[in-house]
């Protein structure tokens, strides 16, 4: 990809605490006077089927922790993918994203990355306690556990912008945002809803491009009139979607809404001190 930028237009992009104009356009959704004045030469990178059929087997993948959650997605967590973690208030979406958190710091043959985590947290719900309880669990020191996890406070629009764009530099090689919608500002009318969706769509936008740099991507989503929040913006964006309902006491189904490669499904988890694990 070529950018091409006229005179004017650097500055611009420098207070707006962009780094090209892609970014710009994620930023400012009020880009009129940019017409013609910024240009993207894009040229499509063709590859053979072979070539995908090579890279889809090598492909690595991130454990849940439990072994039938595993199966109903297919073998993990694919690295390069954004997946929405939707569910009621207590259906356990905060538990499995700390439990996330641990396991990918653990090695590639216990189903980890051998890499850290990036939480950014939206509501003040990230809690070291869960953290250390699981990280006995798998063996893993609580201390280093903990250690092998970034944590980002995000309660307003800007920081969660703000951490969202740092994230596609991160070394981090799973991003957990727990929730995406809870800073963005909620106002009444078309048009306070046509830019809520807007901003969904420009932080999806970044999190994929930070999911394709090596990366899995977890998105927590509240629901909304029994339905996800977000709309179709948070459906386009993300390529996986799961749902978790409450079944009574600690027992929870978690169904796989959307793939691009797998039927949808469902299959049973238990919350305990110890993380999400099979029913």
């Known amino acids: 990809m070529r950018v091409y930028l006229s005179r004017g237009v650097k500055s611009r992009l420098r207070r707006l605490g962009a780094k090209s104009p892609l ?6 959704p009020d880009l ?14 063709v590859v053979s089927g072979v070539e995908v059929s090579a890279r889809r087997r090598g492909l690595e993948r991130l454990g849940t922790g439990c072994r039938m959650l595993d199966r109903l997605l297919g073998g993990g967590l694919e690295v390069g993918y954004v997946y929405e973690l939707a569910g009621e208030f207590g259906a356990g979406k905060t538990q499995l994203c700390h439990q996330l958190a641990v396991m990918v710091q653990l090695p590639q043959e216990r189903g980890g990355l051998s890499g850290r985590a990036l939480y950014i947290d939206t509501e003040g719900t990230f809690r070291p306690e869960r953290v250390i309880s699981m990280a006995r669990y798998r ?5 280093e556990a903990l250690d092998g996890i970034e944590y980002v406070e995000a309660r307003s629009e800007g920081a969660l912008l703000a951490a969202v764009l740092a ?6 090689r799973l991003i957990v945002v727990d929730t995406l919608v809870a800073p963005l500002e ?35 989503n509240r629901m909304s009139a029994d339905r996800p929040a977000g709309g179709l913006a948070m459906a386009l964006g993300c390529q ?23 039927p949808p499904g469902s299959t049973a988890v238990v919350l305990a001190e110890e993380g999400v694990l099979d029913a």
């Open 23 to 28: 970014d710009a356009a994620l930023l400012d």
């Open 32 to 45: 009129g006077r940019y017409v013609g004045r910024v240009r993207l030469g894009l040229e499509p990178n």
């Open 139 to 143: 063996g893993l020191d609580p201390e």
């Open 167 to 172: 994230a596609r530099g991160s070394s981090a």
């Open 186 to 220: 909620v106002g009444e009318g078309v048009e306070a809803l046509a830019r809520r969706q807007r901003a969904v769509s420009r932080l999806l936008s970044m999190l994929r491009e930070a999911a394709s740099g090596g990366r899995v991507v977890v998105v927590a």
């Open 240 to 262: 996986y979607s799961l749902l978790m309902r409450k079944l009574g006491g600690s027992r929870r189904l978690v169904e796989l809404v959307r793939a691009p490669h797998l």
